[in-house]
């Protein structure tokens, strides 16, 4: 196993440049559409496999062990990493999920140009009638001899605009229960009848897209999983979903080391905020501000070293993703509130952290649906009543889970 050191002078070799002290949180992809960083970043890691450790050599990893991949973790952080937010669901989730679940002719296919850049995917889950309750997906999928035939509706399709790839789940078979008649496939976003919309977000981001598919045709050989098993395949989708949500990537969260007060707080402090009448006030939400980031970043870090013992990510996932949210929100609104009526408008620094802060809660499953997995799986509480677990799809009430 490499030391740090070694680490570190590989990483230098390869070109990249150590972070700046001052170096801010990545917003997730809220305005910024860098794709050429984040490519370049990545085509300057993957001859290492730095930047995916775990993933086999020929598919742009380096076939470390979790132990291993969490050390270089630790080492890439002191690193300038571009905002990496398009690329995020190719690294980490369609990515693993074909390690897990695609034939070695679609890891060939596939897994490098994910981990090089050079193929952006998307995920294709989410339609009008099936956001909490995914398994109402009403996309059809029809069988034409060696194709399948796509119809349908999705939304909420982020990145699609960039997409060259989509991780599509589709209804294959109306006549069983929900959760059975589903099927993963991948879709080609350039393919005939296949058109993406783009929707414009409050923050004037046009993050997600609508995607309409008519009789857009997809090869068998693109079915990711057995016929009736999309459920699973969505499943693992979901768990890396929100381990990925749950971790603070990217550029790192302008934390210089040895400095004691967050960057984010030593901000707000330089607004004056915590001196005068008012003062107390602002030191009491700061410090609410602080411990909630503290909860964020120790539950992270025991995601961190679960992961670092080889374990799947699984349903304590939902934790660590809703603190990561409650700490994206309680940052960006401490950041706003403290300017006054300055921190309303539209070219203030922190405007697009605060207008994306909603959508926190919403993206990766609710706030609600992470409670919800964390009470039934975690704490092992009673379930909710599931009235339509076993009539088939075509005759169950739709919307309810
Ligand atoms: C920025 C952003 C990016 C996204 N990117 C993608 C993407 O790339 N691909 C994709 O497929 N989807 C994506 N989504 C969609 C996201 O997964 C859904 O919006 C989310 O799952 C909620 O579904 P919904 O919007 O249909 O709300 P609904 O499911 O209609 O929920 C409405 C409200 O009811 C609550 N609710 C619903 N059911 C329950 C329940 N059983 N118990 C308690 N409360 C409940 C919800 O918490 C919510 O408050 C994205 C969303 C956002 C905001």
Redesign the pocket.
Known sequence: MLTDEGTRAELDAAGLERRRPDQRMTTMGAGSDDLESGRAYLAATVAGGWALPTWPAEFGGRGADSAEAAAIGRVLREYAVPDLYPYS?GLGMAGPTLLTHGTPDQQQKWLRPIADGSEIW?????EPEA????ANVALRAERDGDEWLLDGQ?V???RAMWAVWGLCLARTDPEVPKHKGLTMFAVDMGAPGVDVRPLVQMNGDK??SEVFLSGARVPDAWRIGDVGTGWSVAMTVLAHERALAGESRGGGDGQARGQRLPRWLADVAALGAFEGDGGAVWRERAMGALLTSEAARLTAARSAAEAATGKAPGPAGSGAKVRRVDQYKAQAYLAKDAQGATGMLDDHEGQVEFMTAP?MS????????QR?ILGERVLGLPG?PRVDRDVPWSRARKGV?
Do not use: P, V
Not at 122 to 126: I, R, T
Not at 131 to 134: H, V
Not at 362 to 369: C, P
């Open positions: 669901i998307c995920q294709m889950f989410s956001g909490s309750d995914l999705k909420w399709t982020s993050h997600f959508s919403i993206r990766g499953g609710t706030d609600e649906i919800n909710e889970i």
